[in-house]
Every structure is written in C-alpha cells, then in structure tokens.
Antibody, heavy 118, light 108 residues
Framework: QLQLQESGPGLVKPSETLSLTCTVSGGSISSSSYYWGWIRQPPGKGLEWIGSIYYSGSTYYNPSLKSRVTISVDTSKNQFSLKLSSVTAADTAVYYC??????????WGQGTMVTVSS | SSELTQDPAVSVALGQTVRITCQGDSLRSYYASWYQQKPGQAPVLVIYGKNNRPSGIPDRFSGSSSGNTASLTITGAQAEDEADYYCNSRDSSGNLWVFGGGTKLTVL
C-alpha cells in the first residue's frame, strides 16, 4: 500500500526558504498513474493546493505561489521535494504531500507543521 | 472562475440526512471529489467521480452533481461524521487544482 511521509524543519525564519521532502514507500514514484503534490493548511483555515509534479519532471503550480515555489523529484530516492522561498508568517501551515491519480488525491502523508518565526 | 464555494458550517440531528454543497464554474467540466478531515488528522477521500466511494467509506455517504453545483449527502448522520468537509476539483483550465473553503459539520 502506497504511503507518503513528509520531513523537514519545523521552524523557518522569515525571508528564508522552506524545504520539505516527501518519501514515497510501498510503490514507485515513477508510476505513470500518479502525479505528486503539495497541499498546505494554515492553522484554523482550509486546504490550499501548492503544486504538482510528474515523475518526468513536469510541474504545475498555484499561480498565487508560483513565483516562490519549486517542486522537484528524485526518482533514485523515491522522493519529491518542495522549496518555498521568501517565507513570511502567512506561510505557517501544516504541509501535506499527496499523490494524485484519476482526478483525485488518493493518498496523503500525515502532514508536517511548519512555523515561520524568528 | 477558479473558486469553489462552500457553506462554512452545517448542522444535522443524529440519524438525519444532511447535504453539503459546493459551487463553482469548474464543476460544469469536472466532478468534485470530497474529503473528510477530523481535528489533527490528514484529509480522507470519501467521494469521487460521479458517485464513487473508496473502500472502507460507509454507504451513507453519496455524491451528486448538477450544473455548477456538487453535493455530498450523508444519509443517517452518525456522531463520527462530525468533521470538516472539503470539495476539490480541477480548475476550469484543467491544469490546476482548487479546494473549497470547507464546511464544518456538527452532528447534534
């Protein structure tokens, strides 16, 4: 069964770059069935799609975040990663990695809380 | 439009039926999927496509769609159904994803 696990710092300083990695287990990240994505949820607020990547490297980003976001994939490690630059307190959120197939988010990581604070 | 609109809160008496709606232009082209989220937990898919339930989701959950509105219906709501519910679909361009703002369901 496919499982996802986020990892990375829980605290990031303002203006710095947030970096998270999602490790895929129980299957190959190179599966043609899946896109891989990042979704975040600020405390007490709703879900926001950040962006998605295919194993080939094709990416799609939320226009509201596009200038600050980079999502990459490392097929040798079965991982994909998120970088969000120039963070502010507004980027404080639980960050989820997830796998998308057939127009639905089929599998989710447990989420990781990232706080932006000096 | 790339927005999906949900009522912020809905309540239902135990054992009764409740409908949660989601409106948006993209729903004329794409089915919504619905996610249930309980406090401190990751979202869980409950309905997708025309009206499909993943394995393990009770059959009291059902979905429907008409025009620009998608609906999630819980027939015979249980206490454990109290949660936030989010709709989700591709946007009208087909390249991006959009989530509704979420509906907090209270079971009385």
């Amino acid at each position: 069964q496919l499982q996802l696990q986020e990892s990375g710092p829980g605290l990031v300083k303002p203006s710095e770059t947030l970096s998270l990695t999602c490790t895929v287990s129980g299957g190959s990240i190179s599966s043609s069935s899946y896109y891989w994505g990042w979704i975040r949820q600020p405390p007490g607020k709703g879900l926001e799609w950040i962006g998605s990547i295919y194993y080939s490297g094709s990416t799609y980003y939320n226009p509201s975040l596009k200038s600050r976001v980079t999502i990459s994939v490392d097929t040798s490690k079965n991982q994909f990663s998120l970088k969000l630059s120039s963070v502010t307190a507004a980027d404080t959120a639980v960050y989820y990695c997830a796998g998308e197939r057939e127009l639905l988010w089929a599998v989710w990581g447990q989420g990781t809380m990232v706080t932006v604070s000096s | 439009s790339s927005e999906l609109t949900q009522d912020p809160a809905v309540s239902v008496a135990l054992g009764q039926t409740v409908r949660i709606t989601c409106q948006g232009d993209s729903l004329r082209s794409y089915y919504a999927s619905w996610y249930q989220q309980k406090p401190g937990q990751a979202p869980v898919l409950v309905i997708y496509g025309k009206n499909n339930r993943p394995s393990g989701i009770p059959d009291r959950f059902s979905g429907s769609s008409s025009g620009n509105t998608a609906s999630l219906t819980i027939t015979g709501a249980q206490a454990e159904d109290e949660a936030d519910y989010y709709c989700n679909s591709r946007d009208s361009s087909g390249n991006l994803w959009v989530f509704g703002g979420g509906t907090k369901l209270t079971v009385l």
